[in-house]
């Protein structure tokens, strides 16, 4: 990896970016703008928020140790790591309104090598859970049933815009928009 910063088209050095309703502005290496909104290149930064992929189950098995889902229920998960923040080729966040209340989200799209992860992972889990936590916390754990092959990772429900750009931000290693303006001053390697 070294300082690739595993952008795809890179417009100029420097560019504001307006994240989902433009509450919030970040200046920031920008990857692609499409219809939908701006994505993030993830950078070689630090993680600040810590995303992991692992199997799960209700039960202890080997090889598994407890963990509290965001809604304070126990949950066993592998102590391997099948998809990391090292697996994040960018992320933008969305905002949309759902029976007239604001919502938003973070998509993650995964490395080939992370989405491949991804999928493996899910091949081997069918009929199983796998947890996506944050932090260590335990966001989601849903049961697979198929295999899952998509390089976009979608995590809804953030009730703040402000909230799911931390989030956002924190997984490619941007603590705050001071840490976006050095990187996107710093020069081009």
Not at 47 to 76: H, M, S
């Amino acid at each position: 990896m070294g300082t690739k910063r595993f952008l795809l088209r890179r417009t100029t050095a420097l560019c504001a970016l307006a994240l989902s309703l433009s509450m919030f502005t970040y200046a920031c290496h920008r990857d692609e703008v499409d219809d939908a909104g701006v994505w993030l290149a993830n950078t070689t930064n630090v993680p600040v928020i810590v995303f992991q992929i692992r199997a799960a189950d209700q039960q202890n098995i080997n090889d598994y140790e407890p963990r509290k889902t965001k809604n304070g229920e126990n949950l066993f998960v592998s102590k391997s790591v099948s998809v990391s923040n090292a697996d994040i080729g960018r992320v933008r966040v969305m905002g949309h309104q759902l029976d007239g209340v604001a919502e938003f989200e973070v998509q993650i799209e995964l490395s080939e090598s992370g989405a491949e992860r991804f999928a493996n992972l899910t091949e081997d889990r069918i009929g199983k859970q796998v947890a996506l936590l944050i932090d260590g916390v335990v966001q989601v754990a849903p049961v697979v049933r198929t295999r899952v092959s998509s390089r976009t990772i979608t995590l809804a429900g953030f009730q703040s815009e402000e909230e799911a750009t931390r989030v956002a931000l924190g997984m490619i290693g941007i603590r705050d928009n001071m840490e976006a303006e050095r990187i996107a001053n710093a020069p081009a390697h």
